[in-house]
T-cell receptor, first 109, second 114 residues
Framework: GQNIDQPTEMTATEGAIVQINCTYQTSGFNGLFWYQQHAGEAPTFLSYNVLDGLEEKGRFSSFLSRSKGYSYLLLKELQMKDSASYLCAVMDSNYQLIWGAGTKLIIKP | NAGVTQTPKFRVLKTGQSMTLLCAQDMNHEYMYWYRQDPGMGLRLIHYSVGEGTTAKGEVPDGYNVSRLKKQNFLLGLESAAPSQTSVYFC?????????????FGAGSRLTVL
C-alpha cells in the first residue's frame, strides 16, 4: 500500500528553527508537496520538490531525497503565526496525490 | 479574485437526509476535486473532475455523487447521509494534474450527521 508518515505533533520556541520530517512509500513518484493549514482554514501551498536537494523560499526550505523516500520542511526564525498543521503529500505514478495526516506545530513564546 | 468558494460552511443533518455542497472557482481551472478531512487522517479524495461534464471516482466515493455541469462549479451530493459522513469537506481546483500541480482549496464545509 501507499503510505506517508509524519510526526503527529511538534513543539518549538519562537525565533528557533524546526524540521518536520516526512517519509513516504508510494507507487511511483512525481513530486512532493508541503501545505500549511491553520486551524479551521484551508490548506495553502508552501513548496514542491521533484528533484533531490534543497529548495529555499524565504524562511521555509524543503528537502527531498528520492532514494530514501524522505523529505523535510525546515522553518527558520519561527513566528507565532507559524503555528499550524503542515501537510506532506506525494504525487504517485498515476498523478494522484497521497496525503499524510499532517504535523501540528505548536510555537511557544 | 475570490478563488474557490464553498457553500455552506456549516451544516447539521439527520441520518437519511440529503444535501448538496456547492463549490465555485473563478480561476478557469480545468481540474476540480472534493476531499474529506478527518482527525488523524490525511485528506482523502472523494471524486474529481478533469473538465466540464466529466467526473471520476477517488479513494472514498461511496455514498457521494458529483456533477460538473459548468466548468466553474463542482457539486457534491449526499443522497442519504450517514454518521460516518460527519467530516470537513474541502473543494480544490488546479490547472491540470501533472507535475507541479498546485491545488487551491476552498475554506471547507463542516458537516455533522446526527
Amino acid at each position: 500500500g501507499q503510505n506517508i508518515d509524519q510526526p503527529t505533533e511538534m513543539t518549538a520556541t519562537e525565533g528557533a528553527i524546526v524540521q518536520i520530517n516526512c517519509t513516504y512509500q508510494t507507487s511511483g513518484f512525481n513530486g512532493l508537496f508541503w501545505y500549511q493549514q491553520h486551524a479551521g482554514e484551508a490548506p495553502t501551498f508552501l513548496s514542491y520538490n521533484v528533484l533531490d536537494g534543497l529548495e529555499e523560499k524565504g524562511r521555509f526550505s524543503s528537502f527531498l531525497s528520492r532514494s530514501k523516500g524522505y523529505s523535510y520542511l525546515l522553518l527558520k526564525e519561527l513566528q507565532m503565526k507559524d503555528s499550524a498543521s503542515y501537510l506532506c503529500a506525494v504525487m504517485d505514478s498515476n498523478y494522484q496525490l497521497i496525503w499524510g495526516a499532517g504535523t501540528k506545530l505548536i510555537i511557544k513564546p | 479574485n475570490a478563488g474557490v468558494t464553498q457553500t455552506p460552511k456549516f451544516r447539521v443533518l439527520k441520518t437519511g437526509q440529503s444535501m448538496t455542497l456547492l463549490c465555485a472557482q473563478d480561476m478557469n481551472h480545468e481540474y476540480m476535486y472534493w476531499y474529506r478531512q478527518d482527525p488523524g487522517m490525511g485528506l482523502r479524495l472523494i471524486h474529481y473532475s478533469v473538465g466540464e461534464g466529466t467526473t471520476a471516482k477517488g479513494e472514498v466515493p461511496d455514498g457521494y455523487n458529483v456533477s460538473r455541469l459548468k466548468k466553474q462549479n463542482f457539486l457534491l451530493g449526499l443522497e442519504s447521509a450517514a454518521p460516518s459522513q460527519t467530516s470537513v469537506y474541502f473543494c480544490a481546483s488546479s490547472t491540470d494534474s501533472s507535475g507541479a500541480n498546485v491545488l487551491t482549496f476552498g475554506a471547507g464545509s463542516r458537516l455533522t450527521v446526527l
